[in-house]
């Protein structure tokens, strides 16, 4: 099996390059190559801060 890629969108409205980046670097912070952008790569999908919000019961 080959290793995980993550692909993320350069948030710089003046570049928007695609960065593929690999698995390990979830969580961490990557430069983009073209503009020098730092990014922060999201954790895995079963822990991003929306799916622990949505799991939390809300208060009334």
Do not use: F, Y
């Not at 993550?6 to 690999?22: G, H, S, W």
């Not at 790569?41 to 929306?50: D, L, M, T």
């Amino acid at each position: 099996m080959p290793p995980e890629t993550v692909r993320i969108l350069c948030p710089n409205l003046t570049c928007r390059k695609v960065l593929a980046v690999p698995g390990t670097a979830r969580g961490k912070t990557v430069r983009c190559r073209a503009c020098g952008t730092s990014i922060k790569v999201p954790a895995g999908r079963g822990h991003s801060p929306g799916n622990q919000a949505a799991e939390k019961p809300k208060d009334k």
